[in-house]
């Protein structure tokens, strides 16, 4: 057993008065592509928000490599090595695509070249002077998980990567998310679409009133497919 990359206990979190996290407990170990899932207003979102230092009030432990980071201003656990690609993806609408690339500062070395996120998304470098608002979602999905990879993070996390995409668009995001775990990336990512999540994980969570209620890993959850969906109503 590898040591943990990231160990998040009794994490609890709250937005003003509402209580969202109830004490999630989750590991991700190097390496690993972890899935959470679960139906909207779970809490899987938060949770990614929530490592990232973004949700106004959080208790318990989240531990990146052994260091307690639950008291870390969000700017500090970027340069540890953490990089949220949000579900709304943040691309900027009047930059063009390199702008929008080049925006985020190196937090770690060994961030990938602007050549090099190319190679990974063909489709952006036809695309380089266009702006944000002209491109597709699945562009914008490829400009905003491209854009993360030059920061040098090693831990990404992801908040619904296919969501309103086309299938053929879906499919080129899962190969890149492949690559980027044969790569060593370790990733964390909130999913909707069951099926796309078996083909890329290693391990999934299941998400339910900010719990975390089961865990399977990818093989189990592939023999307990039609279970799993009614489980979580998609």
Known sequence: MHEAMLEIRNLQAWYGQSHVLHGVDLT???GELVTLLGRNGAGKSTTLKSIMGMVPRREGSIRLEGTEIIGVAPHQIARLGIAFCPEDRGIYATLDVAENLRLPPEVQAGGMSEAQVLD????????LKSPG????????????IGRILRTGARLLLLDEPTEGLAPVVVSQIG?????????????????QNVRFAT?????????????VVEAFD???????????VGLLGV
């Open 120 to 127: 990974l998304f063909p489709n952006l470098r036809e695309r």
């Open 218 to 228: 990818n093989a189990r959850l592939t023999e307990q497919f039609d279970r799993v």
């Open 175 to 191: 190969a890149v998310i492949r690559r980027l775990k044969e790569q060593g990336f370790t990733i964390l990512m909130v999913e």
């Open 133 to 144: 608002a002209k491109l597709s979602g699945g562009e914008q999905q490829m400009l905003a």
């Open 199 to 211: 083909t890329v994980a290693d391990r999934h969570y299941v998400m339910e009133g900010g719990r």
């Open 28 to 30: 991700v170990r190097p």
